[in-house]
């Protein structure tokens, strides 16, 4: 589904601060799988989903999405059949425009627009349905600017966006970090309930290893630009991972699990 060959990234190249992320780094997604991935801050996962949605360049490497190089793509052009939900509730919505209006634009990805015909009426009422989906009564405020709501009711609104188009790809960095504990709940909820029903093949960079093990097919940990771990659901418990994500201990896990 997503091949990822050989990538290699550095940031701040040739100077005293340079810094390898990745170096020949290599990794297979299966589709319509939820992938998990763990990993200390820094290791490089925000990196890895700028380099696939385009963000960033690789240095070297490529990035093969179900059977297609997308390197000289532009992000823009990804964005049609990659979704991507921020950690920051304002980042995957135009905190100026409406509800409507954001909800259109999600629609309107692979369609040529412009403001003027940015809605199209005949669309309002299933937009009203999707947001009802939400629970979070959404649909009775279609004209409210989103910088009104809550982190929370953003951050559902950018999942439905992401989701909206059934992307091929689901990029979910830390998605629910900045919510509190029951809306993070129910955003988990809602994300499963998304990527299940539409098979969405999706990769979900989370420290919270509570939700890796609920919601993800298959388990992955970086460690300095590296996949040092990976493990399908069920393969591994709870306790086992913080032990490995705290002493760093991988080779004598899979030494066990062999
Ligand atoms: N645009 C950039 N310019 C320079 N350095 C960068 C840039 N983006 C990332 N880095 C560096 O690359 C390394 C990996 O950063 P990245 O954001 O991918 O980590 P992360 O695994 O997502 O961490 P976190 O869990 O804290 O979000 C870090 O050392 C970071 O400082
Ligand atoms: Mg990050």
């Given at each position: 589904?997503?091949?990822?060959?050989?990538?290699?990234?550095?940031?701040?190249?040739?100077?005293?601060?340079?810094?390898?992320?990745?170096?020949?780094?290599?990794?297979?997604?299966?589709?319509?799988?939820?992938?998990?991935?763990?990993?200390?801050?820094?290791?490089?996962?925000?990196?890895?989903?700028?380099?696939?949605?385009g963000v960033l360049a690789a240095d070297n490497g490529d990035i093969v999405l179900n059977g297609k190089n997308i390197n000289n793509l532009r992000e823009n052009e990804r964005a049609q059949f990659i979704g991507r939900v921020y950690q920051d509730p304002s980042r995957g919505v135009s905190p100026s425009l409406t509800i409507l209006e954001n909800i259109s634009l999600s629609d309107k990805k692979c369609q040529k627009y412009t403001l003027k015909n940015l809605i199209n009426k005949k669309n309002i009422d299933s937009y009203r349905e999707s947001l009802k989906s939400l629970d979070l009564g959404l649909?009775?405020?279609?004209?409210?600017?989103?910088?009104?709501?809550?982190?929370?009711?953003r951050q559902s609104l950018s999942l439905l966006m992401a989701t909206f188009n059934k992307p091929e790809l689901l990029l979910l960095d830390e998605h629910t970090a900045a919510l509190d504990p029951k809306t993070s709940r129910l955003i988990m909820e809602k994300t499963q309930e998304l990527i299940k029903n539409h098979s969405i093949t999706t990769m979900m960079i989370s420290h919270n290893i509570k939700d890796v093990i609920k919601y993800s097919d298959r388990i992955i940990m970086l460690d300095k630009g590296k996949v040092?771990?990976?493990?399908?659901?069920?393969?591994?418990?709870?306790?086992?991972?913080?032990?490995?994500?705290?002493?760093?201990n991988y080779d004598s896990y899979m030494d066990e699990a062999v």
């Open positions: 589904m997503l091949n990822i060959n050989n990538l290699s990234k550095s940031f701040n190249t040739g100077t005293e601060n340079e810094i390898n992320v990745f170096e020949k780094f290599n990794i297979h997604i299966n589709k319509g799988e939820c992938t998990g991935i763990l990993g200390a801050n820094g290791c490089g996962k925000s990196t890895l989903f700028n380099i696939i949605s649909e009775d405020k279609l004209n409210t600017e989103v910088k009104y709501l809550s982190g929370g009711q040092m771990l990976d493990v399908k659901n069920g393969e591994i418990t709870e306790k086992e991972l913080i032990d490995i994500f705290n002493t760093k």
